[in-house]
């Protein structure tokens, strides 16, 4: 043909006719050029094989009659390699103007890295509406592997549906690549820019053109276009992003061809869809209503990775035409789920209606996610001792769980999870203990990290199982439990009298039941004292043997209660002769000490404890000079208070009244107890606000006049008065407020 045309050529300009030589070759030319170019749009996908070897697919769409046909392609590996992938599978699609082409190649990597991979091909089919001389561009594909020591090895998404497509004048088209990740990565969605010789940009890329929008939605990976307003051909291409434990972990590219065609017809409707979780072992199903706007035959069409597993994957049918005369087409997704599908991310399936028109078939899409959660431990129960808690539960039927994680909380909350709620969420005050690391081990001991639990509080558990990416079962039943009450419970630290020298305590505790006590005794009480909050300096102080355990109540005396808190412990003893052993101590708890610090006009009370009970409630107590008591000023949930509106200069004192509680039988309740009693001041330790300073000179009279305002409505309002200060620095004059 090349010949052909030459000859031609030569023998008009011979006989001097140059322009119809010039025409002639031109009309010749141009179906070739058109039959030269081929590529409509492709990407690149990989599979891991072992170690740092991985074989990628490059699927590419090329125009059917073309002559420029590929049996191979290049391939840039990214690491400063390149090689072949030859062609192993060509299929004319029922358009015949598309064909699908697939190349496969293998390459090992020297080691962990990222990398480019790059195929391209010249060139872009002729006519490309939003790529300027797309006849000139080369069409590349690129995706980004990379390798890692920080996670297991990684396999690109497969991409289920083709990208190409058609969409009709001023319709709202919507297209879904079908991306379906078989690690159970999680996916996300952008749109980006097409890519020219060496996986750059093309720099005069622009989006179609859209009447009211074009997008990507970013979690499902719809791309909408709303609508366009021109006929032709147009190329876009999306960025699909995969992600592992929040780590981004690989891209693809795909560059895909979207065709515009005058048309009356309008899309399909599909009714909507919701997502849906499933609890593994249960059967899925979900029905799938559409109609036409213009009557058209419609086929409903489902791709999704739950179709593609090999165990147990989900079926999906359309049954025969059944409310004929209102045009309603229905499918039908069924899904016996196992353990084996439990993951972290969910499945997505992509329901796609598709009419019949003779001119242009056009597309609705409804995605669903589904996510399949593992059945809740069965069976948790609690075992108390007087220190620890043992939990115990049946093995999960999801023998792919790798663990189990455990949650405490004190007191019961009543946690029912919904059809979608994994785990135990952090809003019902519950938090994570511990991680017991084998699917077989099905118990576990609370010591509270060695520290002993405490005596009369209410523990709650729950706990679920956990798998290798994440995922988590729904939540155990909520099970509760008390310490076993073998020991003496403390249930007053409380300050009778502040003095620096001869200050007193009143101590108590709750004696332990007769079931409790081992034998017939006798037994006795050993009570340490501790400066300090936290008990960290014990010394014994006291036994009290006398009246056995129903002797519960010591005072203690000759202490600085002025300058310190004070923390016991009472240990309870066998006392037999030849047979003298400790039967068991609570937790430490200290009396309430009470620390003021001094404002303006204010004073703030802050004050700390440390019990084995809840205080839920502190009354503020402040003395009364007329009535000589201290009375109440007010409550606070927490451990400060701030007393506004006194007077700078004058002393108030004040006490602070807990009151708390074990929320178990045969303990008194409320617990009050009191701190110290403290004395304060409120001072102005606040200075005034630094003045605006303005300043106008009058050259003619030699004089300055100065202004000045406070900066905001925040200032004190105790100014009484302004000192100015001047200096004359030389040549200029500086004055200051």
């Not at 088209?173 to 990740?181: E, L, M, R, S």
């Not at 709650?460 to 988590?472: L, Q, S, T």
Request: charged content about 20%; hydrophobic content about 35%; overall charge negative.
């Amino acid at each position: 043909q090349a010949l052909f045309l030459t000859l031609s050529y030569q023998r008009l300009l011979k006989t001097g006719v140059f322009v119809q030589a010039l025409l002639i070759l031109l009309f010749l030319i141009n179906p070739l050029i058109m039959l030269a170019t081929h590529n409509r749009a492709g990407e690149i996908t990989y599979q891991h094989i072992s170690g740092y070897k991985y074989k990628i697919t490059i699927t590419t769409f090329t125009y059917t009659k073309s002559l420029a046909d590929r049996d191979y392609l290049d391939v840039s590996w990214g690491d400063n390699e390149t090689s072949i992938a030859y062609r192993i599978e060509e299929t004319i699609l029922p358009d015949d103007s598309y064909k699908m082409n697939i190349y496969t190649a293998t390459h090992k990597y020297p080691g962990a890295g990222t990398y480019e991979i790059i195929v391209e091909d010249p060139n872009r089919n002729f006519g490309v509406g939003n790529i300027p001389n797309s006849v000139n561009v080369v069409f590349a594909i690129k995706t980004v592997l990379k390798i890692s020591s920080s996670f297991e090895s990684n396999n690109t998404p497969l991409l289920l549906n083709y990208p190409i497509d058609k969409a009709a004048l001023n319709q709202v088209f919507i297209h879904n690549p079908g991306a379906w990740d078989p690690d159970g990565d999680s996916l996300s969605y952008k749109l980006t820019t097409c890519l020219e010789s060496g996986g750059a940009e093309i720099a005069d890329y622009s989006l179609p053109p859209y009447d009211n929008d074009f997008y990507v939605d970013e979690t499902t990976g719809d791309l909408v276009w709303d609508s366009p307003t021109i006929k032709g051909i147009f190329n876009v291409a999306i960025l699909i992003e995969e992600w592992r434990k929040g780590i981004k972990i690989g891209t693809i590219i795909r560059d895909m061809q979207i065709e515009v065609v005058e048309s009356n017809n309008k899309p399909p409707v599909i009714k909507e869809l919701k997502n849906v979780c499933v609890e593994a072992g249960d059967t899925l199903l979900i029905k799938v209503e559409a109609s036409d706007p213009d009557g058209n035959f419609v086929t409903i069409e489902a791709t999704g990775g739950p179709l593609l597993l090999s165990n147990s994957p989900a079926e999906y049918f359309t049954p025969p035409f059944s409310q004929a005369g209102e045009f309603l087409y229905t499918g039908l997704f069924r899904w016996l789920t196992n353990c084996g599908h439990v993951r972290k991310y969910p499945y997505q399936v992509t329901f796609r209606a598709v009419d019949d028109h003779p001119v242009v078939n056009l597309v609705d899409i409804e995605n669903v996610q589904i996510t399949v959660i593992a059945p809740a431990p069965e069976n948790l129960s609690l075992e108390p001792t007087n220190k620890t808690i043992e939990l115990n539960w049946d093995t999960t039927i999801c023998h792919n769980a790798i663990g189990y994680d455990i949650y405490r909380k004190i007191n019961s909350y009543g946690f029912v999870h919904d059809s979608c709620e994994t785990g135990v969420p952090a809003y019902t005050g519950y938090k994570k203990i511990a991680r017991v690391d084998s699917f077989y081990s099905t118990s576990y001991v609370d010591n509270d990290g060695g520290e002993g639990l405490r005596q009369g509080i209410e523990y709650c558990y729950m706990i679920d199982a956990v798998f290798a990416d994440g995922a988590e079962s729904f939540a155990s039943e909520e099970v509760c439990a008390h310490l076993v009450r073998g020991i003496p419970i403390i249930t007053n630290v409380s300050v009778d009298s502040t003095h620096k020298q001869n200050g007193k305590i009143y101590l108590a505790w709750s004696k332990p039941l007769e079931s409790d006590t081992l034998g017939p005794g006798p037994f006795l009480y050993h009570i340490y004292r501790s400066e300090g909050l936290w008990g960290q300096n014990l010394t014994f102080v006291d036994s009290l043997w006398q009246q056995g355990i129903n002797d519960t109540i010591y005072h203690d005396s000759m202490l600085n209660t002025l300058d310190f808190a004070y923390s016991y412990k009472v240990e309870m003893w066998h006392n037999a002769p030849g047979n003298r052993f400790l039967v068991g101590s609570p937790q430490i708890a200290s009396s309430i000490y009470l620390e003021i610090y001094a404002g303006d006009n204010h004073l703030k009370l802050s004050f700390d404890n440390n019990t084995p009970w809840v205080d839920s409630l502190f009354t503020i107590m402040r003395f009364n000079e007329f009535t000589e008591e201290y009375d109440s000023i007010g409550w606070s949930d927490s451990a400060s208070y701030i007393d506004f509106d006194l007077k700078n200069g004058k002393e108030y004192c004040y006490q602070i009244e807990g009151i708390g509680t074990y929320h178990v039988k045969h303990v008194i309740h409320p617990l009050i107890n009191f701190s110290q009693t403290n004395c304060a001041k409120p001072i102005d330790t606040i200075p005034p606000c630094r003045p605006e300073l303005s300043l106008a000179s009058n050259c003619d009279n030699f004089n300055n006049f100065l202004s000045w305002t406070n900066p905001n409505d925040t200032c004190p309002d105790d100014i009484i008065g302004y000192y100015i200060y001047y200096t004359n620095n030389y040549e200029r004059v500086v004055y200051r407020i």
